[in-house]
Structures are given as C-alpha cells and as structure tokens.
C-alpha cells in the first residue's frame, strides 16, 4: 500500500503531529514502507501454526505465601470514630 502527500497530511492532522514541508516526503516513504511490511507479514499463511500466550516456555517463580506481618487491626481501629465488629462506620454517602 503507499501512501500519498494528503493521506499523510490527513493522519498528521488527525495524530495533531505538526510536519513542516520538508518531512512530508521522507515520512511518506516511512509510512509506506510500515505499510508494505504489514501487507507482507498479512500474506503469510499461518493457518498451521498454533497460537502462543507467551513467546518464551518460562514459568513464574512464586515465593510461598506465608503472613509476615502480625495483625494489627486492633490497633488501627483504635483511632477510629466508629467501628463495628471488627469493620470501620462511615457516614451514609448515596441515598
């Protein structure tokens, strides 16, 4: 597919990317080329090829899931205007 000076004065103005005359003809050729490029890669046939999550076989490593922190909830609540088993009381915000 190429592209000619207005299809790239029009994507300039829509991505409100300001490109003084003497860009134009360099960045119609860069668009062009990313264009042609989609069209040869749209043109492999990978009907056999089966879809990846994830390029590389890796796994995630995980570290155990253990407390490290002792509860402190009490504490935190001791501050508080109002609480109730063991949840914190807000006014009413929406009727």
């Not at 003084?20 to 009907?47: F, H, N, W, Y």
């Not at 994830?54 to 570290?63: D, G, S």
């Not at 253990?66 to 088993?85: F, G, L």
């Amino acid at each position: 597919m190429s592209l000619d000076r207005t299809d790239v004065e029009k994507i300039a103005h829509l991505a409100r990317i300001a490109i003084s005359e003497d860009e134009i003809p360099a960045t119609t050729a860069k668009l062009s080329g990313i264009l042609d490029l989609i069209d040869r890669m749209q043109a492999v046939d990978t009907s056999n090829v089966t879809p990846l999550a994830h390029p590389l076989e890796t796994t995630q490593r995980l570290r155990t899931d253990e407390v490290t922190e002792s509860n402190q909830r009490d504490a935190y609540q001791a501050i508080a205007p109002a609480t109730e088993e063991g949840l914190y009381l807000v006014p009413k915000v929406i009727e």
